[in-house]
């Protein structure tokens, strides 16, 4: 018998632990993504950015520990060309890990730059 098809819940509907792991990584990433695009980025700024946001997702339930990283490159290439010393949040300066556990299940998933797109990814999925 799987934890899917438990006596209370023969029709297999209730999510595993590591589905729910799962989801509750996905809706991390939903709240940096969405609560950060467009706050004003610099050069000087990145460093306090990257821990705000950082402190900000770790206080959400199940999130063990988040790790974010301005693209300072990416960032001053952007800025090189501008009449202005700051720019906007978007996925093309980040690169994100987040980890979370729950009931014993451990998830890391990533948020990276790929043919031009921040994309989220599930690295790995341990435990229950």
């Known amino acids: ?14 999510p595993t632990t590591a589905e729910t792991a799962c989801f509750e990584a996905g809706i991390k990433f939903g709240s940096l993504y969405h609560q950060f695009a467009g706050t004003p980025l ?7 950015l990257e821990r705000a946001m950082e402190e900000a997702i770790e206080n959400q339930p199940h999130c063990r520990e988040v790790t974010v990283e301005v693209r300072r490159d990416e960032l001053e290439a952007a800025l090189d060309g501008s009449t202005a010393d700051y720019t906007e949040v978007t996925g093309r300066f980040l690169e ?24 989220m990814r599930l690295e790995s999925v341990r435990g229950r």
């Open 96 to 119: 994100v890990e987040i980890v979370v556990e729950y009931d014993g299940c451990e998830v890391v998933t990533r948020m990276a730059m790929e043919d031009g797109y921040p994309l």
């Open 1 to 14: 018998m799987t934890e899917r098809d438990s006596p209370a819940d023969p029709a297999g509907s209730e």
């Open 42 to 48: 610099s050069l000087e700024s990145a460093g306090s």
